[in-house]
């Protein structure tokens, strides 16, 4: 099958070219709107997602089987200070490449967030109601409605990821963790504020079986586990034998923020393990496949 990655760039996107290039079975496209930091054996077309000319003409030209996007402002603050940068990343470039295949066979994959509810509960479902509190987590939510009408063929992956960037995106809060522990930099980490984490080596595999089924609407793929930002810090210490002397745990303090934060972003994956009968891994496991890909020059 054909496959056309967008974001090729980024932490998902870099991760799941190098993913499917070793998975039996796939032809790999990506695209990205500047060069890749490294060159990966693949074709790689640039162009910007928000321009409805060049969706088509790269519909067009690559002619995928399945489209899986991960292009999004992840930068929470720049979303809430520029709302139509916001809009443009997040909801335009995902309702430009669901039109650009509605009415054809082909799949669209989108990769969502868990930002999109008030906190005040853990584990949130796919069928509890989102309400998300700053801009990032509306455009995201919006991005889902756009991809799900314009296109019947889709699936909305709801998640929270980390992993090693194999493209130029700014370090992911795994990538800065590691750093920070390796270097003995004094850091905070909040003892309440709560998240389902998944390794993107553990994902990848996941949204690989989502993408050969006929699954459509939204479906979570986290983590089994819901930690702390401090537990998932300490975690990490221990796991690649860090000292945790410069690490201060402290509560969350809503004032902390200039843009609203919700205390708990979890999701509960069990609709994912009911349908494709598959486990997702506690945090320790994800931990230990991040320790086993660590490169070289870091």
């Not at 003409?57 to 200070?81: G, Q, R, S």
């Not at 796919?126 to 409605?145: C, I, Q, S």
């Amino acid at each position: 099958m054909r496959l056309l990655i967008t974001g090729g760039n980024g932490l998902l996107g870099s991760n799941l070219i190098r993913y499917f290039l070793g998975a039996p079975g796939w032809e790999v496209v990506a695209t990205s709107l500047s060069q890749p930091a490294v060159s990966p054996p693949v074709d790689f077309i640039f162009g910007d997602l928000a321009d409805p000319l060049f969706v088509g003409t790269l519909v067009a030209e690559t002619m995928p089987d399945i489209v899986i996007n991960t292009v999004a402002l992840v930068d929470i603050d720049k979303c809430e200070n520029e709302p139509e940068l916001a809009s443009r990343v997040n909801v335009v470039t995902a309702k430009n490449l669901a039109k650009a295949i509605a009415g054809t066979d082909r799949r669209l994959i989108h990769v969502s967030t868990d930002h999109l509810f008030d906190g005040g509960k853990p584990f949130n479902t796919e069928d509890d109601r989102p309400a998300p509190v700053n801009n990032y987590g509306r455009t995201k939510l919006e991005a889902e409605r756009v991809c799900l009408e314009n296109h019947a063929d889709t699936a909305v992956i709801r998640t929270n990821f980390y992993g090693w960037c194999r493209g130029i995106n700014r370090p992911n809060f795994g990538e800065w963790m590691y750093k920070s522990l390796r270097d003995k930099a004094p850091i905070k980490l909040f003892t309440d504020y709560y998240y389902t984490p998944i390794e993107v080596d553990h994902l990848a595999p996941a949204l690989e079986l989502v993408a050969k089924s006929d699954f459509t609407g939204v479906i979570n793929i986290a983590g089994s586990e819901r930690v702390s930002k401090y537990d998932f810090g300490a975690s990490m210490a221990e796991a690649f034998g860090f000292s945790l002397e410069n690490v201060t745990p402290i509560p969350l303090d809503p004032g902390a923020f200039t843009v609203p934060r919700q205390p708990d972003l979890s999701l509960s994956s069990d609709k994912f393990i009911k349908v494709f009968n598959r486990s997702l891994p506690k945090m320790k496991e994800g931990l230990a496949l991040f320790k086993e890909t660590v490169p070289e020059i870091i």
